[in-house]
């Protein structure tokens, strides 16, 4: 089967306004994923499989936890019990170690997809990484095949720090020589203009505590710090708890 490419998802984050269109498409699917998990899914046996066998780090077991839906976590919770009492059990003490591939020790390889600090294997964590990696071939694809993304994507707001070196990286991995020798410098480009942006509503913002500017104003800078934080390290620091729909 053909792999998908995902050209409307990223078509749609960098119409999206964002001051970062993987930070949104991370957002997106993280939310579409905990919705996934904690909707009707978490009453089937194979999914409630899976998640009994492989957990979830700590990142997203929080999120699911402000998600709000009780009888789901506790259904989950409950099958993941089992298994780990089970496992713990029935096998051998080795079957366990950190250092043996067992039980303890997936704890050692960490999440694979995402972001934040993950500290277990997690099947949310590998739902969300199988679709995001697909995520960036599309980008790359983009750049090389539609005309339109590129002219969007360069009056768009760029990208937050980190997404930039992925950016990057998978240009140099992945795109044509002909195209890396295109776009690297435009993207360079589209950064230091949005870095510019944000710093010139970061240092108004300053400015506008200065009493002798009390009436003037604000201009772009009354959400300047959770957007200079984004910039600088991705994310959406500003983003309320996301909650399941009552």
């Known amino acids: 089967m053909k792999e998908k490419l995902y050209t409307l998802e990223l078509m ?19 939310q579409e994923n905990l919705e996934f998990v904690l909707g009707s899914s978490y009453m089937e046996g194979d999914i409630r499989g899976q998640t009994s066998e492989t957990g979830f780090c700590r990142y997203h077991t929080k999120k699911m936890f402000d998600y709000g839906n009780t009888l789901g976590n506790a259904w989950i ?28 020790g997936r704890f050692h390889k960490g999440g694979k997809g995402g972001a934040g600090t993950k500290d277990a294997p997690c099947y949310l964590c590998e739902r969300i990484g199988a679709v995001y990696g697909r995520m960036w071939d599309t980008f ?4 090389q095949n539609d005309e339109e993304f590129g002219q969007r994507l360069m009056g768009s707001k760029g990208f937050c720090l980190p997404h930039y070196a992925h950016v990057q990286e998978i240009c140099g991995e992945k795109a044509k020589p002909r195209e890396r020798e295109l776009w690297l410098p435009r993207l360079k480009e589209l950064m230091a203009r949005n870095l510019d942006r944000v710093q010139e509503d970061i240092d ?19 959400d300047a ?8 390290v991705g994310g959406h620091p500003a983003d309320p708890v996301f909650r399941g729909r009552k």
């Open 204 to 222: 108004w913002l300053i400015e506008k505590y200065d009493y002798r500017n009390k009436d003037a104003d604000w201009k772009q800078s009354q």
């Open 225 to 232: 710090v959770p957007r200079t934080m984004q910039k600088l």
């Open 77 to 104: 919770l409950k099958s993941r019990l089992e298994y780990v009492n089970r496992e713990l059990k029935q096998k051998g003490p080795h079957s366990v170690e950190g250092k043996s591939g067992g039980l303890l």
């Open 12 to 30: 749609d984050a960098v119409k999206a306004g964002d001051e970062c269109m993987f930070c949104w498409l991370e957002r997106k699917l993280e």
């Open 140 to 143: 790359v694809y983009l750049l």
